[in-house]
């Protein structure tokens, strides 16, 4: 199995722009959670879906990020409009709810950059 | 809510012992988790203590007491490589509290 794949690996854009963020998680799981993490604030999980349903969105930081999940493989982050202080590492991460592991598979993260 | 706390450095040399703590203050949780990162790359899974007790796999294994609010990864036979970030982390069990991952403990391995 290829892993949890993400897309774009670095992100660059200015202040203001539209960013989305791709993820494909490992065939056969079915949650999906995205996480922020900074040195400040350190690993945020920002929303979690289940059988693509959103589960819990607490942490999202506000009406300019959302997330989607349209079916089983594929999930987006997007921010509109993108801010400096939307900079960090946004990992991507499934797991098989209900399975004997309570391992989260990791995505290699997307780098996002907001000048 | 959630709230961990783990110490932000440890260092140690190449073959000894090392003891990760974890203390948190929970309204309620599944188990605890441990996951390694190392600089630049992505946590990946170590362990899962959802009863009190110690678990090992290898050289690392996990203590978890619920009564006492408090866990711990330990290290054996330190390795260059075991040089990474140690994350603890919880799974509650009521909205806005899942998944909340303590803020790192930073690991250095010294020849």
């Known amino acids: 199995d290829a892993g949890v794949i993400q897309s774009p690996r670095h992100e660059v854009t200015e202040m203001g722009q539209e960013v989305t963020l791709r993820c494909k998680p490992i065939s056969g799981h079915n949650s999906l959670f995205w996480y922020r993490q900074t040195m400040m604030r350190g690993l945020e999980l920002l929303i979690y879906f289940n059988n693509n349903v959103p589960i819990d969105d607490s942490g999202m930081p506000e009406d300019r990020f959302s997330a989607k999940m349209p079916n089983a493989s594929f999930s987006t982050l997007k921010i509109q409009p993108s801010e400096p202080r939307d900079s960090a590492v946004y990992f991507c991460?499934?797991?098989?709810?209900?399975?004997?592991?309570?391992?989260?598979?990791f995505g290699p993260g997307t780098r996002l950059t907001v000048t | 809510g959630q709230s961990l706390e783990q110490p932000s450095e440890v260092t140690a040399v190449e073959g000894a012992i090392v003891q990760i703590n974890c203390t948190y203050q929970t309204s309620g949780f599944y188990g605890l988790s441990w996951y390694q990162q190392h600089d630049g790359g992505a946590p990946t899974f170590l362990s899962y203590n959802a009863l009190d007790g110690l678990e090992e796999t290898g050289r690392f294994s996990s203590f978890f007491s619920r009564s006492d609010s408090y866990g711990y990864l330990l290290l054996q036979e330190l390795q260059m490589k075991d040089s990474a970030s140690y994350f603890c982390a919880v799974r509650g069990k009521n909205y806005g509290q899942n998944f909340v991952f303590g803020p790192g403990t930073r690991l250095s391995v010294l020849p």
């Open positions: 991460a499934s797991r098989l709810t209900g399975g004997t592991s309570y391992e989260q598979y």
